[in-house]
């Protein structure tokens, strides 16, 4: 059974440009998480999806970024004429829909601004 | 803040030692996990301890859950150079399965061998 996917492992842009980073679930799982990590920091919750909802952006920035995940294909994370600040690693994790279940993470994306 | 808290920061030990890191929260939970991420990786799941237990064994880590004193506690029992890592704790405060992890800031553990 593959783990959560997330691609690219790494992105370099420019600021001003849009960052876009994808993440697959483990099979059969409809929760969906992403997460920032700033260097020497723990993780910080993002948004948590379900397919075709969001159920709780209560840690994402409301300019410039935005989440999604479709009744096909991964879930995205989409960052809007990205400025320095938003370099970090970018965590995303899935778990199933029953209760006191451990998430499952991907090995992240490293976003780099220039 | 919900926010777990990791104690200490930073640990160095020799191989065969056992390391203990602390985790401290301020809310009531539905359960605490840890998580070990290695320098560049991911966060790979150990123990889920459910608020109504007390205590959780698996391999060499033990977890100790106390909602009294809103405090758990990660054993790591005769220490090898490959757990070097950074290990967190989370809890998972909300009442239904699907719901935020809040991390704390992690303990930076160096076995040396």
């Known amino acids: 059974n593959a783990g959560v996917m997330q691609n690219p492992r790494h992105l370099v842009r420019r600021r001003g440009q849009e960052a876009r980073l994808r993440c697959s679930p483990v099979?059969?799982?409809?929760?969906v998480y992403w997460y920032r990590q700033l260097p020497e920091e723990g993780l910080k919750f993002m948004v948590y999806?379900?397919?075709?909802?969001?159920?709780?952006e209560s840690g994402m920035p409301k300019e410039r970024f935005s989440a999604e995940f479709p009744k096909e294909g991964p879930s995205i994370l989409r960052i809007q004429q990205v400025v320095r600040g938003d370099s970090a690693a970018y965590f995303c994790?899935?778990?199933?829909?029953?209760?006191?279940?451990?998430?499952?993470f991907g090995d992240g994306t490293r976003l780099s601004i220039l | 803040s919900q926010q777990g808290e990791e104690d200490p920061q930073a640990l160095s030990i020799q191989e065969g030692e056992n390391a203990t890191m602390n985790c401290s929260y301020k809310t009531s939970i539905n359960n605490l996990q840890w998580y070990r991420q290695n320098s560049g990786r991911g966060l790979v799941h150990l123990i889920l301890i459910r608020s109504n237990e007390r205590e959780k064994h698996s391999g060499r880590l033990r977890v100790t859950l106390d909602t009294s004193k809103k405090s758990s506690s990660l054993l790591i029992t005769a220490s090898r150079a490959a757990d070097t890592a950074s290990y967190f704790c989370a809890i998972h405060a909300g009442e239904t399965s699907g719901s935020r992890l809040t991390f704390g800031e992690g303990t930076q553990l160096t076995v040396n061998p």
């Open positions: 999806l379900q397919k075709e909802n969001i159920i709780d």
């Open positions: 099979k059969g799982h409809s929760h």
């Open positions: 994790a899935s778990s199933p829909a029953v209760n006191n279940q451990p998430q499952h």
